[in-house]
Structure formats: C-alpha cells, structure tokens
C-alpha cells in the first residue's frame, strides 16, 4: 500500500505563496488550502504514475519475451482465483462500522453503474464493434479501479478532517457492496456477449463461483460482528493480496505488447469518455437527490471517478471477451484518470 504520508518540506513557507491571493483570510487558513491542494497533487502523482509505470513494464518484458502467453495466462489464473481474493476479504474483514449514509451512497453508485452499462452496451452497437467486443465496452465503462485507486485517494483526501474514521469505514463498505455489483454485472455483460448456450445457466454457475463476489461477502459477517482475524492468517492474505495488482498490471503490459489497435481505438475513446467523465459526473447530479454531502459526496465522486479496474482484464480472459480492447481501456483510462480524480475531490468540495 501506497504510503499516505507526505514529505514535510512540501507545507514550509505556505504565507510566501498565498498570502496575496486571500487578503481577508488568516494565515492559518491560507496554509490548511494549499496544504490540502498539495496533498490532492501529491496523491495524484503517487497512485497513478507507479501504475503506468507498471503496465510499461510489462510491455517491455513482453518485448523481451520474458512474459510469454502461457505464463501470462497462468499469472491472470492466480490474480483471479487467489491474490485478488485474498485481498478483497481482508479489506473487508478489516472495515469497522460504516456511517449512515452508506445505504444512500450504494444507490447512487449502483443507479450510475447500471447506466453506464447501458451506455456502454448501446455505444458499442452504434460503433458497429463486433458482438464479443460489446460486453468488454460496457464492462470498462463501470468497472473501476476502487481497492488499489479509490481508496489511496480518500486517505489522502479525508487526512486531519473531522469524521476521518467513520468515513474511510464507509467508503471500504460502499466499495465492498459495489464491487460485488460490478463484478455480478460484468459476468453478466460478458456472458450476454459471449453467446453462450444456456446463457442463464452459464450467468449463475458463474456468478456464484466468482472467487471475487464470495470473498467479499465473506468478509462481511467479520465486518459487521468486528470479528478478527487470526494473526498468521492476516499476515497471510495480506501477502497474497498485495501481488494482485503488480502482477495485474504486468500482465495488461504483456498483452499490449501482443495486441493491435485495428479498428478499436474509436470504443477505447468511448469507454473512457463513460467511465472518467460521464460516470462521475451523473454521481455529482444525482447525490443531491439522495442527501449525500460532506465527505460521503468525496467517497461517491472519488469510487465513480476511478479508472477502469486492471481486474476488468482477467474477468474478460477468464469469460473469452476482447482482451485487446479491455487492456487498452484500462491503459487509457488510467491516463484519463490524472484528470477526473482531481476534477472528483475539487466538485466534492
């Protein structure tokens, strides 16, 4: 995990480059802005970049020849089935109580993720993408990246304000819930384009042996009655859940290196529009309706501004989707996400 403490000389010597832009506000009060602008420019730079950095790696190593087909398939079958897992059942268990709100922010999250599916899926038609491609489209369009994204950023956004606790507790619930969702609906996007021949029976059997979907609600009980884990077993799921996303992120690199834009850079632009602007966009309409301000609006625009989820990719290996267009969604998505997570904590303001 991404270390949420600043480097000290980054907040010295605030009054020399505020003073002037605020002339009634107190000394005190320019310092905690720009610190907290600092701290939201800081995040940004530590959480996305070693992303990138990652995934180039793996294009570099595929170039080598050092990640091969088979061994990436392998590594994808150990995220999906074992590090990834391990990691969402222990950030579950882990959760203390949430606040109030957090039935209210699931159905905001839920009401946009629905409809950005839609979206998605009507988008790929208008672009004529071929029918497997439509539920790779769509699943990249709501899927985002919220245990290894969203939640750095809101430690770093709720760092020294009141309610810091009960809202971190909130938000690991709220992505807990929606990551269940997500991944139910993307089994079911992906089965409906996969053209499977018992579409309901595949879309079950599949949903209820995701290892993601049942270590998430496994965890819940543990959550709710503040049961802990055993300590060499934490220390256990612990290590297995933080390979999931560097091998993730390998992994998407490797396929780049094999993979040929063709004909789709048109849906990756589309999938990208949906899911960094559209996405939380609709969340920032739609909260209003629902009461949700304060820090639990941040948790809503920062968990809906999320790049796609480097998971996403596994999921469409593992149900035979497009892999080409899923790893260059999330690539580009990540990229777009240097600008709407920012645009997420200055609209939660």
């Known amino acids: 995990m991404i270390a949420a403490s600043?480097?000290?000389?980054?907040?010295?010597?605030?009054?020399?480059?505020?003073?002037?832009?605020?002339?009634?506000?107190?000394?005190?009060?320019?310092?905690?802005?720009?610190?907290?602008?600092?701290?939201?420019?800081?995040?940004?730079?530590?959480?996305l970049a070693p992303i990138l950095l990652l995934v180039l790696i793996g294009l570099f190593l595929a170039h080598l020849r050092f990640l091969g087909r088979d061994f990436m398939s392998d590594l994808n079958k150990l995220v999906f089935w074992v590090a990834l897992p391990a990691l969402l059942?222990?950030?579950?268990?882990?959760?203390?109580?949430?606040?109030?709100?957090?039935?209210?922010?699931?159905?905001?999250?839920?009401?946009?993720?629905?409809?950005m599916a839609a979206g998605g899926w009507i988008s790929a038609g208008i672009l004529s993408l071929p029918h497997a491609s439509k539920g790779t489209l769509s699943q990249s369009a709501f899927r985002g990246n919220l245990a290894y994204i969203g939640i750095p950023?809101?430690?770093?956004?709720?760092?020294?304000?009141?309610?810091?606790?009960?809202?971190?507790?909130?938000?690991?619930?709220?992505?807990?819930?929606l990551t269940a969702v997500c991944n139910a609906?993307?089994?079911?996007?992906?089965?409906?384009?996969?053209?499977?021949?018992?579409?309901?029976?595949?879309?079950?059997?599949?949903?209820?042996?995701?290892?993601?979907?049942?270590?998430g609600m496994a965890g819940m009980p543990l959550a709710f009655t503040g049961t802990q884990i055993?300590?060499?077993?934490?220390?256990?799921?612990?290590?297995?859940?933080?390979?999931?996303?560097?091998?993730?992120?390998?992994?998407?690199?490797?396929?780049?290196?094999?993979?040929?834009l063709g004909n789709r850079f048109d849906g990756i632009l589309v999938a990208a529009l949906l899911k960094n602007l559209c996405f939380p966009l609709l969340v920032y309409l739609l909260s209003p309706l629902f009461g949700i301000?304060?820090?639990?609006?941040?948790?809503?625009?920062?968990?809906?501004?999320?790049?796609?989820?480097?998971?996403?990719f596994v999921t469409v290996q593992q149900m035979g989707g497009d892999e080409p267009l899923a790893a260059r969604s999330i690539v580009l998505s990540t990229i777009c996400a240097a600008a709407s997570l920012p645009l997420a904590l200055y609209l939660s303001r």
């Not at 304000?161 to 971190?168: C, T, W």
């Not at 993307?186 to 270590?215: C, D, H, K, M």
């Open 293 to 312: 301000a304060g820090n639990n609006l941040t948790i809503a625009l920062v968990l809906a501004a999320c790049p796609t989820a480097a998971s996403s």
């Open 89 to 115: 059942f222990r950030s579950v268990a882990h959760a203390e109580r949430p606040g109030s709100a957090t039935f209210a922010l699931l159905g905001v999250l839920v009401i946009g993720t629905l409809l």
């Open 153 to 177: 950023v809101l430690v770093y956004a709720f760092e020294g304000l009141p309610g810091k606790q009960e809202a971190f507790s909130t938000a690991i619930i709220t992505m807990a819930f």
């Open 6 to 47: 600043p480097p000290v000389f980054l907040f010295s010597n605030f009054e020399e480059h505020d003073s002037w832009l605020y002339p009634h506000a107190s000394l005190c009060d320019i310092d905690a802005s720009f610190q907290k602008r600092e701290y939201y420019r800081l995040g940004m730079n530590q959480i």
């Open 230 to 260: 055993p300590v060499i077993l934490d220390r256990t799921l612990d290590s297995l859940g933080s390979a999931a996303v560097p091998i993730s992120l390998l992994c998407i690199g490797g396929s780049l290196a094999q993979a040929k």
């Open 185 to 215: 609906l993307a089994v079911v996007i992906l089965s409906i384009g996969e053209r499977a021949q018992n579409p309901l029976r595949t879309l079950l059997r599949s949903i209820f042996t995701n290892p993601l979907i049942l270590a």
